[in-house]
């Protein structure tokens, strides 16, 4: 499958605890983004990489957020001191080229439930 | 700031029937619009990519229509069938004021094709 991939699928974990979630881009797919998804709302905008470099965070990216791209390839998202608030899906997008035309495709998240 | 709009939020028809779901947004200054499918529980598949220079694209039973003017985009899906059951998103990229690209989603339309 050379698609978008996210690992795990599910995670289930108690308030307070920390985990990191892990998304593999399309090959050669330069861009990434992470977004949330909530019951019944479209994704939002966490924050997007051009090769390794993070261009662009949203606000709903509080402190307890941290994304990285070391090499350009695979991302990590962190949260710290989940809170129940964080409970959602967390989606994984990448795309090919320098211009703003290029077309997103998604993989198949990874549902965050927080006790 | 941009805002999608979908309407209708949900939607039932007999299977066979063609059908329209409409996406409209307040920031004409789009550099592209997504329409994409969204099965319970899973991730995005992306369905139609329309450029902000294109009026139209279509594949197979689908058909996505952009006037950037209004800031609107539809949806035709001819021939309705059972399968094609699922939410269905539609996502417009824009330039924030930092000069980077930002994605904005609709909540979506919820389709039920009944046998």
């Known amino acids: 499958d050379t698609g978008v991939s996210q690992n795990p699928r599910h995670k289930i974990t108690k308030r307070g605890q920390n985990v990191t979630f892990r998304c593999d881009p399309i090959?050669?797919?330069?861009?990434l983004y992470w977004y949330r998804q909530t019951l019944g709302q479209g994704p939002e905008f966490l924050t997007y990489f051009q090769n390794e470099a993070q261009l662009e965070k949203s606000r709903l990216l509080s402190d307890r957020f941290s994304a990285e791209r070391p090499k350009g390839s695979f991302s990590t998202l962190e949260i710290q001191r989940t809170e129940q608030g964080d409970s959602a899906m967390y989606l994984c997008a990448s795309s090919h080229g320098q211009g703003e035309d290029n077309e997103q495709f998604f993989g198949p998240g990874t549902r965050l439930t927080v006790l | 700031k941009q805002e999608v709009t979908q309407i209708p939020a949900a939607l039932s028809v007999p299977e066979g029937e063609n059908l329209v779901l409409n996406c409209s947004f307040t920031d004409s200054a789009i550099y592209n619009l997504q329409w994409f499918r969204q099965d319970p529980g899973k991730g995005l598949t992306s369905l139609l990519l329309i450029q902000s220079s294109q009026r139209e694209q279509t594949s197979g039973r689908l058909n996505a229509s952009l006037d950037k003017s209004s800031g609107r985009s539809t949806l035709y899906i001819a021939a309705s069938q059972p399968g094609d059951s699922a939410t269905y998103l539609c996502a417009v990229k824009t330039s924030n004021s930092g000069g980077y690209q930002k994605v904005t989603f609709g909540i979506g339309t919820k389709l039920q094709v009944i046998p």
């Open positions: 090959s050669e797919h330069n861009r």
